[in-house]
Structures are given as structure tokens and as C-alpha cells.
């Protein structure tokens, strides 16, 4: 072999490689887009579930002190959403941190005014109960949707920055690396249960 074609053969080689390592630098800015989004998506659909809460709290349905307990954490919930969104100095994993807890403690607050499916069979006889529980069953619904899809982008991410290749060449650039979203969501709303 020919000086000449080992210098083709080095050359393809490097272009090659160097075309791969684009590959997977277009490929991880897209996953950080897709989280970017997923986040906003998730951000949205907490906002509309605090507002679901605080529809229900208002409503009238709930006892007094179940009324009390699911407003004060539906505001709460909402603070930390503001806080979030316009805090951009702070630690991202604290502010997460904050306002997961702030989530869980809605979910928590959620589930014990709720009660149980013939509690909330009661709740939906009243009027527009109904339609609060159904409001607040898809949103909490969207929430955990929202959550997992989040999460999801966040584990791709780090699974493919953890790689030897990604990591060596720097491919994910000055990118922070992305949180999941921890929070309780488990909550069940029975919508349409048969009325006592």
C-alpha cells in the first residue's frame, strides 16, 4: 500500500469518526431538547392540577378543615411552581427538591379529604362535585403522564452522557445534566362511581 492510500484510508477514517461523533452529539441535544419540553409540559400540568385542588377546596363539597388543609396546599404547591419558573440562580436540584415536596404534600392532602370511593361517591352527588372530581382526576392524570415522560427523557440522558465516548469527547457540551422529578402522584379519583 502506497503512502498516498494510507493517507486516503486515515483520512476516510477520521471523517468517519468524526461524522459519528456528530451523530451522537445530534442525537443527545435532541434527548435535551425533549427533556426541555417535557419539563415545560410537566410544569404546566402541576399548575393545572393546583388549580383543580384549589377549585375543589373553594367548591364547597369538602368539610371545613379538608377544605382548609387542600387549599393551603394547593397555594403552596402554586408558590413553588412561581418560584421555579422564575428562579433561574438558585440549585435546580434544591428548587426540584422544594417543590416535590410541595407536590407530595398536595397529593397527601388530596387523598385524605378525599377518602375513599364511597366518600367520594358522597362528594360527587353534591352539586358540580362531579365535575370537580372529574377536573381533578385528569389532571392528576396528566401529572403523572407528564412526570413519567419527564423522567424518562432525564434517564436516557444520563444513561447516554455516562458513556465512555459521550464523556471523553465532551459531546454534551456546557449542558447541565437534567433532574428526574420526584414527587408522591399516586392519588385515585373515582369518576362516575355509583352514587349512595
Do not use: C
Amino acid at each position: 500500500m502506497s503512502g498516498a492510500e494510507i493517507t486516503l484510508v486515515v483520512i476516510a477514517a477520521v471523517a468517519l469518526a468524526g461524522f459519528l461523533l456528530w451523530r451522537i452529539a445530534q442525537r443527545l441535544d435532541r434527548l435535551h431538547q425533549r427533556e426541555l419540553s417535557s419539563r415545560a409540559t410537566l410544569d404546566a400540568q402541576l399548575v393545572r392540577r393546583a388549580e383543580a385542588a384549589a377549585a375543589l377546596a373553594e367548591s364547597g363539597i369538602l368539610d371545613a378543615a379538608s377544605a382548609l388543609i387542600v387549599g393551603d396546599a394547593a397555594w403552596r404547591a402554586a408558590v413553588e411552581a412561581r418560584r421555579l419558573v422564575g428562579d433561574d440562580t438558585g440549585d435546580p436540584a434544591s428548587t426540584d427538591d422544594a417543590r416535590g415536596q410541595a407536590e407530595s404534600e398536595l397529593t397527601q392532602a388530596l387523598r385524605a379529604a378525599l377518602g375513599g370511593a364511597q366518600d367520594q361517591a358522597h362528594l360527587a352527588a353534591e352539586p358540580g362535585g362531579e365535575e370537580l372530581l372529574e377536573r381533578l382526576a385528569q389532571a392528576n392524570y396528566r401529572v403523572q403522564l407528564a412526570r413519567r415522560f419527564h423522567n424518562d427523557a432525564v434517564v436516557q440522558i444520563i444513561g447516554m452522557r455516562d458513556t465512555t465516548l459521550v464523556r471523553t469527547f465532551h459531546l454534551a457540551g456546557r449542558a447541565k445534566l437534567p433532574q428526574t422529578f420526584e414527587m408522591d402522584d399516586a392519588l385515585t379519583v373515582q369518576v362516575g362511581s355509583a352514587r349512595p
